[in-house]
């Protein structure tokens, strides 16, 4: 550099001086210096010539996958609530005061079992004036029931006349009616001394008491004196968009998922993002979609021992629709979305040239996307180096093998970790 320089200033003093020989007073000072400029700028491209190192030409190495058709199970994750499989309010049947609670709240409480007493004295008196009226009603009969024997005996000889035959009979038929008439007002004393000791309806969890002992209560009251919920088994209600119904159900019936027997499995995932350790079936499919939501209700049932599942928690669903034939999972990381929202993913064809697709995705399984067309098996998937490639680029490929659990890439020749953050980054900013 130094050099050079010197060799422009030579040249710049030589020029000024036999400019100098002929040029004499100021006006000839402009021109001389901006000759010397002139020639100092051209000088100085000169430099700017001098030839730059030629750029490294040779293919980029990227990572691939090579891509196989397998059968994948085919699952659908719903948002759901839990709700208990029955569910029952108590209330008394009969009017009075509440002698003694039998329960303790918060426990669990067997159908049949006496929750409540109701003072029974008045239920007990109405009893007992029943069963006199039955006995009464019983006394008479023997009479009227001989009466009217001997009066049958009688007409037949024509010693008595019509009539009182007649009235024998209805006599005897009055005091039959009166004993039936006192059984059903004797059961139904019994019936209101029963309800005096109110009981639970079905099997499960008692809730806290609304009333308590000394209360005045009256049959079929509006406020319940507490509420019992069977937990186990438990029901799981879930909504399912009417679109994904109807691609589920042609694509079972096109054959392109195949459905094993006729009950559909389903797992849970609890709110603090634990799998449930009880496998539930789907025992109900709404009949109609809401018009408001465009959705459909699915009622799963679970059985609960633990009772580790209370009604009203927050679940996800995760549904076994069936098994997808010949579908093809690539690695979130490696598919990324267009302006429209299309899935989209980076190739290398047979010539080593990037090629871009764009792929319908059928689902999700584990950290993969399933895909059922546009894929043939063999193709390679970039998975390694998309944010330096182009499509139509040559390129050296490597193949790779993605774990689908971590997202980590190993080269398949030598089992040795390549890459675990850099495919993560590529795939948030893709």
């Known amino acids: 550099m130094m050099s050079l320089l010197s060799v422009k200033e030579e040249s710049a003093l030589q020029i000024l001086s036999i400019y100098s020989r002929f040029a004499t007073g100021r006006m000839a000072f402009a021109p001389l210096l901006l000759l010397s400029l002139l020639v100092l700028g051209g000088l100085a491209g000169c430099e700017d010539k001098t030839p730059k190192a030629s750029a490294n030409t040779a293919p980029v190495e990227v990572g691939v996958e090579v891509l196989h058709p397998q059968s994948v199970p085919l699952t659908t994750e719903l948002p759901g609530r839990t709700a208990a499989s029955l569910v029952a309010e108590v209330r008394p049947q009969v009017d009075g005061i509440l002698r003694e609670r039998l329960f303790r709240e918060g426990s669990e409480v067997l159908a049949g079992e006496v929750l409540y007493r109701v003072v029974p004295s008045t239920y007990k008196a109405e009893y007992s004036n029943a069963l006199a009226a039955l006995k009464r009603a019983q006394a008479a009969l023997p009479s009227s029931e001989s009466k009217a024997k001997r009066y049958a005996e009688l007409i037949g000889q024509g010693a008595i006349s019509e009539q009182d035959y007649q009235d024998a009979q209805s006599v005897y038929e009055a005091d039959l009616a009166a004993i039936a008439s006192a059984k059903a007002a004797l059961e139904s004393a019994k019936i209101s001394l029963d309800y005096t000791e109110i009981k639970a309806p079905i099997s499960g969890r008692v809730e806290m008491s609304d009333l308590t002992p000394g209360a005045l209560v009256t049959a079929n009251q509006s406020v319940p004196l507490t509420t019992i919920r069977q937990l186990d088994p438990i029901n799981v209600d879930l909504t399912q968009s009417s679109t994904t119904m109807l691609n589920l159900r042609q694509a079972i019936a096109s054959g392109e998922i195949s459905v094993e027997g006729k009950t559909m499995k389903v797992k849970l995932k609890l709110e603090n ?29 679970f059985p609960n021992p633990d009772r580790l599942l209370l009604p009203g928690m927050y679940v996800r669903a995760i549904i076994q629709d069936g098994v997808f034939q010949n579908g093809f999972l690539l690695p979130q990381m490696a598919v990324g979305r267009t302006p429209k929202g299309e899935a989209t993913a980076l190739f290398v064809d047979k010539d080593d040239k990037i090629q871009q697709r764009l792929l319908k995705v059928r689902g999700s399984h584990g950290n993969s996307w399933l895909v059922g067309s546009g894929i043939n098996d063999g193709d390679r998937l970039l998975v390694l180096g998309s944010q330096s490639v182009r499509p139509g680029q040559v390129v050296t490929a490597k193949e790779m093998d993605v774990d689908d659990a971590t997202g980590e890439i190993k080269p398949v020749s030598t089992g040795v970790k390549t890459a675990t953050e850099a495919p993560a980054n590529e795939a948030k900013e893709g």
């Open 273 to 301: 993002g634990t799998i449930y350790p009880y496998e539930g079936t789907v025992e109900f499919a709404g009949a109609k979609v809401d018009e408001s939501t465009g959705t459909y209700t699915l009622r799963a049932e």
